[in-house]
Every structure is written in C-alpha cells, then in structure tokens.
C-alpha cells in the first residue's frame, strides 16, 4: 500500500491487487496522467471460460484463478494493471512505440499461458485484444469504452490474440451520448460501490482497514511471496496497559486508538501496509519483500514513535512488537500470525515495550 492509505484502499480489489473499476475511470478522466498527450496502447484480458470454471470447479476456484492472474499481470507490468469486472482486466501503457507495445503484450500472452500450462489450466488461459489510441489528444471516456467492448467481442479462443487500432467515434451524436451515459452509470456504480466497500472493510475507530479487509491482505501478499518465491515481514502490535483509558470513557479510548494508527501510518514505508486486528489495541503491519533484520528497526521506530508521541495524550502509552518473517516463520496465514502472537506474550513478558522475534 501506498502513503494514502485510506484513500487509495478503497480502489483497489482486495481479490487480485489491481486497480479497480473506479481507478480505472479516473485514469481515462486524467489521461491516466499523461500530460504530454503521448500514444496509450490498452491491453485488455478476459479470463478465458472463467464462468465454465466456476460452474465446474466452484467459484473458489474461479477466485484462485483470478487472484494468480493478477498477481502475473502485476508482476510482469508493474503497477498499471486494472481489474474492471468480474473477468476483465486492462493494462495501461502511455508513450513508447507501437511496435514495443505489440511486443511485451504478445511476451505476456505467452508467460501466461506458459505459467497456466505449468498449474495445469485450461490453454488459452486468457483472451487479449491490444488497442492503439493515437496521440495528441486527451482520451474520451465513450471512446474507450466503445473499443474496450467492441475489441473484445472480437476474439475467442480460436483466435485469442489481435492487434487493434482505436476505431473513431461515429459521427452519431446520439450514439456518442449513449455510450457517454452508459460510462457515466458505470462510474456512477462504482462509486456507489467504492462507499460501499469502505463502510464494510474500513474500521471508524482508527479509519483503517478492518479485521476482515487486513485479513484479505493477509492472503494475497501470502499469495504474491508464493509466487514470486519472495519473502515479507509482518509485526502483531498491541498497547500496553490502555484499560486506564476506557476508564475515564469509551471516547477517550477510541480517540487513543485513532492516535496510535496515526503513528503507525506515519512509521511505516511507501509500499507497507497496516490494518485493525482481533481486539480493540491490536494492529497488524505487512511489510513485503523485507526481511527480519530490516523489519526491526522499523518496529522499534513504532515502538519509539508512540511512546514518544503520546507524551502529549491524555497518558503515556507504549506498545509490544511481535515480529515474524515469510517463510522463516511459517507457510500460512495463519502460522505466521500464531508465531507473531507467541513473540508478542514473550514481549509482554519481558516487560512490555519490547520487541521480539518469534523463535
């Protein structure tokens, strides 16, 4: 995750990662940032017989199907993939060369279909249609949406890769509105669905993420260290001592919470993540790709920002640290967080304010 976590949160699908439908509709809003009027190549994927595999299989399959897709489509594109429905992925590229273009979608079509051979899935794994839009001019939502749609019902799985140049608006004014509408509904729901997403996977004590979206989290950056063979560190934090501050009221308790994840969103790196865990002072911190030996002093730089910090709350407070590593310290969600609740007691014990590596 990035800085703005809150924000930035609520547009991503928690199921693969990506970007969701209402990032995606801001991009073509903003040009997806490209303030030079540059050629934006989209490449859009379907998921081949995703509903077969559902029907087949159930949809926990379909869901493991999708959440390894989208960890292949970011892990091979960066950080420009965008899940826009149920089995519809897009990937933006602004500038470079046609030809460059052509080359990296062709390169991934066939990475993917290597790695679907690999697990055993059904080839191709996915449809894909590569759309050229022209540049000098900014992106008009009806035109996108016009040749995403129209691309796509194109290709099959006979032949499941084309090349496209962006075909022109008609000149229809009252066709143009229709699609105009239509993108405006589809950004109309999304939004509607964003506040949605944020009133259930969002804690309004401390406005972070909640148990059930940290745990989500959870599974996908296990998912994501899985397949790319690489490793993650994630802390179990819990306050020390902080019944005093339901005593005086239970508003003064949830303010305390609300303070603590300020420290904590502030402590942590660009790319970290930190969510609500089971009970009232519990946090939980992901931190990919890092390994024990760096994720300890950022836990001491939490321990040492909230005592420090709330020298001006209503008490001093401190915080324990219990921290584990991907796969040192187990190979599941749920291992890893049993080990980083055996280093929290064992830091408690060691008289709190402590952090602890579990053994």
Same mark, same amino acid.
């Given at each position: 995750?990035?800085?703005?976590?809150?924000?930035?949160?609520?547009?991503?699908?928690?199921?693969?990662?990506?970007?969701?439908?209402?990032?995606?509709?801001?991009?073509?809003?903003?040009?997806?940032?490209?303030?030079?009027?540059?050629?934006?190549?989209?490449?859009?994927?379907?998921?081949?017989?995703?509903?077969? /595999?559902?029907?087949?299989?159930?949809? !926990?399959?379909? *869901?493991?199907?999708? +959440?390894? $897709?989208?960890?292949? %489509?970011? #892990?091979?594109?960066?950080?420009?993939?965008?899940?826009?429905?149920?089995?519809?992925?897009?990937? /933006?590229?602004?500038?470079?060369?046609? !030809?460059?273009? *052509?080359?990296?979608? +062709?390169? $991934?079509?066939?990475? %993917?279909? #290597?790695?679907?051979?690999?697990?055993?899935?059904?080839?191709?794994?996915?449809?894909?249609?590569?759309?050229?839009?022209?540049?000098?001019?900014?992106?008009?939502?009806?035109?996108?949406?016009?040749?995403?749609?129209?691309?796509?019902?194109?290709?099959?799985?006979?032949?499941?890769?084309?090349?496209?140049?962006?075909?022109?608006?008609?000149?229809?004014?009252?066709?143009?509105?229709?699609?105009?509408?239509?993108?405006?509904?589809?950004?109309?729901?999304?939004?509607?669905?964003?506040?949605?997403?944020?009133?259930?996977?969002?804690?309004?004590?401390?406005?972070?993420?909640?148990?059930?979206?940290?745990?989500?989290?959870?599974?996908?950056?296990?998912?994501?260290?899985?397949?790319?063979?690489?490793?993650?560190?994630?802390?179990?934090?819990?306050?020390?001592?902080?019944?005093?501050?339901?005593?005086?009221?239970?508003?003064?308790?949830?303010?305390?919470?609300?303070?603590?994840?300020?420290?904590?969103?502030?402590?942590?790196?660009?790319?970290?993540?930190?969510?609500?865990?089971?009970?009232?002072?519990?946090?939980?911190?992901?931190?990919?790709?890092?390994?024990?030996?760096?994720?300890?002093?950022?836990?001491?730089?939490?321990?040492?920002?909230?005592?420090?910090?709330?020298?001006?709350?209503?008490?001093?407070?401190?915080?324990?640290?219990?921290?584990?590593?991907?796969?040192?310290?187990?190979?599941?969600?749920?291992?890893?967080?049993?080990?980083?609740?055996?280093?929290?007691?064992?830091?408690?014990?060691?008289?709190?304010?402590?952090?602890?590596?579990?053994?």
């Amino acid at each position: 995750m990035q800085p703005n976590l809150q924000a930035q949160f609520s547009e991503i699908d928690l199921l693969t990662g990506c970007w969701n439908l209402v990032r995606f509709s801001k991009g073509i809003q903003t040009n997806f940032g490209n303030e030079n009027l540059d050629s934006i190549t989209l490449v859009s994927i379907d998921i081949h017989q995703l509903r077969r /595999v559902n029907r087949l299989h159930g949809f !926990e399959r379909g *869901d493991q199907l999708l +959440r390894w $897709l989208g960890i292949a %489509l970011r #892990d091979e594109m960066g950080n420009n993939v965008y899940r826009i429905a149920g089995e519809a992925f897009v990937i /933006v590229l602004v500038g470079g060369s046609r !030809e460059s273009h *052509d080359s990296r979608a +062709r390169e $991934l079509f066939g990475h %993917l279909n #290597d790695q679907a051979q690999q697990l055993s899935m059904e080839i191709p794994v996915v449809t894909m249609a590569v759309i050229h839009f022209s540049g000098g001019t900014p992106l008009n939502i009806a035109l996108v949406w016009k040749n995403l749609n129209e691309r796509m019902e194109l290709i099959d799985g006979e032949e499941p890769f084309k090349i496209f140049d962006a075909e022109p608006l008609p000149d229809n004014a009252e066709m143009i509105r229709s699609i105009e509408l239509m993108a405006e509904r589809i950004l109309s729901l999304g939004y509607m669905l964003n506040i949605t997403f944020r009133l259930a996977y969002t804690d309004p004590v401390g406005n972070l993420p909640n148990l059930i979206a940290t745990r989500r989290k959870l599974d996908l950056t296990l998912a994501e260290a899985e397949s790319k063979e690489s490793g993650f560190s994630l802390f179990l934090i819990d306050g020390d001592d902080l019944k005093r501050y339901n005593t005086v009221s239970y508003a003064a308790g949830d303010k305390l919470i609300s303070q603590i994840a300020s420290v904590l969103m502030g402590a942590i790196r660009p790319g970290d993540f930190v969510g609500r865990w089971r009970f009232g002072d519990e946090f939980i911190v992901l931190l990919p790709d890092t390994q024990i030996k760096e994720a300890v002093p950022i836990a001491d730089r939490i321990r040492a920002g909230v005592k420090e910090t709330s020298q001006t709350w209503l008490f001093p407070v401190t915080v324990s640290v219990g921290v584990v590593e991907y796969p040192l310290h187990g190979r599941s969600v749920d291992d890893l967080v049993n080990q980083a609740e055996g280093a929290l007691k064992n830091a408690k014990k060691a008289g709190k304010n402590k952090t602890v590596v579990a053994g």
